[in-house]
């Protein structure tokens, strides 16, 4: 049996129709550069988000260097995040010459731990980027409290978690910014690179809408140095015509976890330790990412791979150990759960398409391979 990590034609082949006509729609006005198609996906994502302001920017990544430059952070300045992240989080920030601040992991959730955040303020903290992983949001009250005690700005990194929520609050919302993107193998993924900022902050928003478009305003008059991050008029008319589809898929991943929890259990590999299963702490986690720990992975994920048996590894090595971020001076043993996750974590196919069948046939190979090559993990 072929169970793919994702099956993005599978799920085109269930919107065709309205993806379609999204893109002739576009192609008939040639209204390619912002406009209504952009102004309109704006106001979905923000309404969606339960913000005031969206602004549609190139991708996720981008989405996360505007709102740094949105702040002038740059050269002697800090920034906090967690090293277990997509390369993009600890890479705008060493993009403007401020230097990535990491503070390790939460075990149980991936997500960093708040509770060391306030240890590694200094005079030049200037921001803190809680990354929402997987799905599931940070703990954005700690985040907030240390954020508001030391003036410091706080900028989501939702690209994960778009719908998320903590609280009953949705990701992207409770910082001063959120940053999604749509990349295609997110939950809400374009046909190429994309991403959208959310914030409830007019004077923000503004900043952003024209850092966005090489910070000029009216045109060809620069106050501020921007770039070209504007989200293309096709990516937003695609994001539209699917997030209608958005909570649906979401309710599918929620099933498609439980199911693999309880299929888990069942067979006895939680009992026995040989499979940790994914921590759902926040109110709604929405599955970006189903991810098991086992003990060993590398076998675990080729096992897997000779099967049939799509698998991810995110992220094999985190950021203080990255080559590029040498000059920071980590050493490895600094971080030491997030290194440990490196190690240890294996994403499983949970998308919408994902069927019974193909859950059960997982479940099955991740036991067979533990069963001849693991040992316990402690959790
Ligand atoms: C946590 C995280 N941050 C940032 C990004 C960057 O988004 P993009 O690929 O749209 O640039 C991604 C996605 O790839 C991500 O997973």
Request: proline share 4%; charged share 20%; glycine share 8%.
């Amino acid at each position: 049996m072929n169970v793919p990590l994702l099956d993005l034609k599978a799920q085109y082949a269930t919107i065709k129709a309205e993806v379609d006509a999204a893109i002739a729609e576009v192609m008939e006005s040639q209204h390619f550069i912002l406009g209504p198609k952009v102004e309109q996906c704006e106001k979905a994502i923000a309404s969606y988000s339960r913000c005031a302001h969206g602004i549609g920017v190139t991708s996720g990544s981008d989405a996360l260097l505007a709102c740094l430059m949105a702040e002038d952070i740059g050269p002697g300045d800090e920034v906090i995040t967690t090293p277990y992240t997509f390369f993009a989080t600890a890479g705008a920030i060493a993009r403007l010459g401020a230097t990535p601040v990491f503070v390790d992991i939460d075990p149980s959730t991936y997500n960093l731990n708040a509770s060391l955040i306030a240890e590694k303020v200094t005079q030049k903290t200037r921001a803190i980027i809680p990354v929402h992983l997987y799905g599931q949001m940070a703990d954005m009250d700690q985040v907030m409290r240390v954020a508001e005690q030391h003036k410091l700005v706080v900028i989501e990194d939702a690209a994960q978690a778009i719908g998320a929520e903590y609280k009953g609050r949705r990701a992207g919302s409770i910082g001063h910014y959120g940053c999604f993107s749509f990349f295609p193998s997110k939950n809400l993924g374009a046909a190429g690179d994309g991403g959208m900022i959310v914030t409830n902050d007019q004077k923000r928003a503004e900043k952003l809408t024209c850092l966005r478009g090489h910070g000029s305003r009216p045109k060809y008059y620069h106050k501020i140095i921007g770039g070209n991050f504007r989200l293309d008029a096709l990516q937003a008319a695609i994001v539209s015509a699917k997030l209608p589809h958005l909570d649906s898929w979401t309710a599918a991943r929620q099933r498609n976890a439980a199911r693999f929890d309880r299929l888990f259990q069942d067979a006895g590999l939680v009992a026995s330790g040989a499979v940790t299963l994914p921590t759902v702490s926040m109110d709604r986690h929405i599955f970006n990412q189903y991810v098991i720990r086992v003990a060993d992975r590398d076998a675990l994920q080729a096992s897997l791979k000779a099967k049939g048996v799509g698998t991810e590894v995110y992220y094999p090595v985190p950021m203080h150990l990255q080559e590029c971020f040498a000059y920071l001076g980590h050493r490895a043993g600094a971080f030491p759960e997030s290194e440990r996750a490196a190690k240890e974590t294996l994403a499983l196919p949970v998308s919408p398409e994902v069927t019974d069948e193909q859950a059960r046939y997982v479940v099955e190979c991740v036991g067979a391979a533990v069963a001849v090559n693991q040992s316990p993990v402690s959790a």
